[in-house]
């Protein structure tokens, strides 16, 4: 579909779980704005498509989906139908080879892939 010959996209409405509502408590208002702002930018077109800072995760039981930025960790999930529809299930912060959800420390072994 095209206006006025220029491609219109589909835009995925982005909301946040409780949980992951609660982790950004733990964030400082310098990191929160840096979450919100690059969730909004990177993940509202095709978040389903890998880039350098965005992944598909081995099977875990946080979420399919990660976006790195910086030392920050995103944990997010993406529905099509029926509507397109990105929740972002966690938000955490690594440290050195551990990841902080929410202020606790994530365990790798237990998480296969979200120590990365």
């Given at each position: 579909?095209?206006?006025?010959?220029?491609?219109?996209?589909m835009v995925y409405r982005i909301e946040y779980s409780p949980a992951s509502e609660e982790h950004l408590r733990v964030l400082?208002?310098?990191?929160r704005t840096t979450v919100f702002d690059t969730v909004d930018e990177q993940l509202a077109h095709q978040p389903s498509?890998?880039?350098r800072?965005?992944?598909s995760m081995r099977p875990n039981s946080i979420a399919p989906w990660e976006i790195r930025i910086g030392d920050l960790r995103v944990y997010y999930e993406v529905v099509d139908e029926p509507e397109k529809r990105v929740t972002i299930l966690a938000v955490g912060r690594k440290?050195?080879?551990?990841?902080?959800?929410?202020?606790?420390?994530?365990r790798a072994s237990a998480h296969s892939g979200v120590a990365g």
């Open positions: 579909m095209t206006l006025n010959g220029i491609a219109a996209r400082n208002a310098r990191q498509v890998e880039t800072n965005r992944k440290d050195r080879s551990r990841v902080l959800i929410g202020g606790m420390e994530v």
